[in-house]
């Protein structure tokens, strides 16, 4: 699938949830926010149809995220009927790991290849700071479950200020050398404002080999995470609703006003 500007799209992000059992301060309020209702998120089979859809105009690679994946109900189902669709040739998830010990090997059973895991801070206060949470051992639990679960690869996504240079970027650049994990620095992003930069160790954030899609956790297909385009699977079909917003897909991103961080996925 070619956009105008002849990027190939391949590349779908599934968010699956905009629930979260973490706060972190630069992607959810304190007190949460008004969650989708049961019947406007989409149910696993909308979204295994929706994949079928993608797949077969040309999407190889989806990732799932949320909110926090991992606090949807049958998660694992999911990544069993996406695993199971023909043409999906790699399948990854981006997740905080506070449920990864108790997940990792039914996930890694169900077909999932690869987990990109987020991780600002190795000290337990700036965690807490971060995230309103104290769930950093959990979250180091969920690491080291899932490097014993053998996944393809795990990589970490360290939220920065500025640069990697930071004393908790540095951190936990060490921390992932003594676990043998790669980790990339993501340079805080504001949606509203368009303030969004390449990502550190990644390819994120540069729009001129963009390819992806996403598709937000109540159905709407978006060509670009810094534009407020999109398109109901609900109201136009899933394979209609992919090509529009494919063909509406910007050359850059600009800012997005009705998009965060926990219903789109990063
Ligand atoms: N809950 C999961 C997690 O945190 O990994 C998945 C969803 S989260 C929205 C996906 C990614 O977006 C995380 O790596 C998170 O750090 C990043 N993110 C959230 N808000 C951000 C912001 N304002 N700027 C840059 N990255 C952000
Ligand atoms: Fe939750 Fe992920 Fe957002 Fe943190 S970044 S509040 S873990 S969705």
């Known amino acids: 699938m070619k956009d105008r500007f002849n990027r190939n799209i391949t590349y779908l992000r599934i968010s699956v949830t905009d629930r979260c059992n973490l706060r972190c301060t630069y992607c959810m309020p304190e007190n949460g926010v008004e969650c ?5 998120l989409l149910t696993f ?6 994949t079928k859809c993608a797949v077969s105009l040309g999407i190889n690679k989806v990732r799932l995220t949320g909110g ?5 109900k049958g998660i694992t189902d999911l990544v069993r009927m996406i695993w199971n669709i023909e043409g999906v040739k790699d399948l ?3 997740t905080n790991a506070v449920l990864l010990k108790q997940f990792a090997a039914q996930l890694k059973e169900a077909g999932l290849k690869r987990l990109n895991i987020s991780l600002d801070t190795v000290d337990r206060d700036k965690f807490i700071q971060i995230s309103r949470r104290d769930l950093l051992p959990d979250v180091l639990e969920g690491i080291d479950e899932a ?8 990589k970490l996504n360290c939220v920065v200020e500025k640069n990697r240079n930071e004393p908790n970027a540095l951190a936990v650049a060490e921390y992932a050398g003594s676990k ?5 620095f993501i ?3 504001n949606l509203d404002t368009g303030e969004f930069w390449v990502v550190d160790g990644g390819i994120g954030g540069d729009c001129s080999i963009c390819n992806r899609i996403r598709l937000s956790a109540k159905g709407d297909v978006l060509p670009c995470l810094f534009s407020d385009i999109g398109f109901s699977v609900r109201e136009f079909g899933a394979c209609e609703a992919i090509k529009m917003a494919v063909e509406s ?9 009705s998009h965060e961080f926990y219903n789109v996925g990063g």
Do not use: W, Y
């Not at 989708?36 to 406007?40: G, V």
């Not at 926090?68 to 949807?72: D, G, I, K, S, T």
């Not at 014993?148 to 690869?153: H, L, M, S, Y």
């Open 36 to 40: 989708l209702t049961h019947s406007d």
């Open 45 to 50: 089979e909308e979204i295994a149809d929706f």
């Open 68 to 72: 926090e994946p991992l606090v949807r």
């Open 92 to 94: 990854s998830m981006t």
């Open 147 to 154: 490097i014993n679960c053998g996944f393809d690869k795990i």
């Open 180 to 184: 043998e994990l790669d980790v990339r």
């Open 187 to 189: 340079r805080t992003m």
């Open 249 to 257: 897909k910007p050359q850059k991103g600009t800012l997005s006003r």
